[in-house]
């Protein structure tokens, strides 16, 4: 099976996407977490900046001090990482092909049949791409889901492509 899967249709750039590097994206979301009510969706731009300006507060005040490296807390994100499962938002790889403006649907192509979405339900979409730290190989490259849960005992399989009509 094929992991790579192509966004193409009516965008300026068709582009391609590998979900097997998405494991190492800060966007992912653990999905027993997130489908448990217990995740907070963070501004990754406005928490980078809350970050950087404590740091930059307390290097001034303090001088610079580097953080040890806890071994313990490695291992256990590894850990994670190999055990749980995983999605990403599909939103942002969409709107970076840019889509027309005549675009108003996005097709999701499968082997078990097609599934049409308004372009503007988009951030309502998540796509899974590992389950207990495994890509999915059988029936994947990728799993579609629904943010508010709907669908997570049923989710599109054998997804192919994206296209955009």
Known sequence: MDMIIPVKGAVKFPITI???VWIFDDRKVDID???SGHFQEVNQEAEY????????SREITEGSVFPPTLKSEKKYERTKL???SYAIPLE???LNAEPAAT???LVVESTTGDKRYPLNTLSTLLVQFSKEGKPL???GPVYILHKDGSNIEAPLTHVSSFRVE
């Open 18 to 20: 590998d979900p097997t």
């Open 33 to 35: 977490e997130y489908f």
């Open 49 to 56: 900046t809350d970050v950087t300006s404590k740091q930059w």
């Open 82 to 84: 190999l055990t749980n």
């Open 92 to 94: 942002s790889f969409i």
């Open 103 to 105: 675009a108003t649907t």
């Open 137 to 139: 190989k059988e029936d």
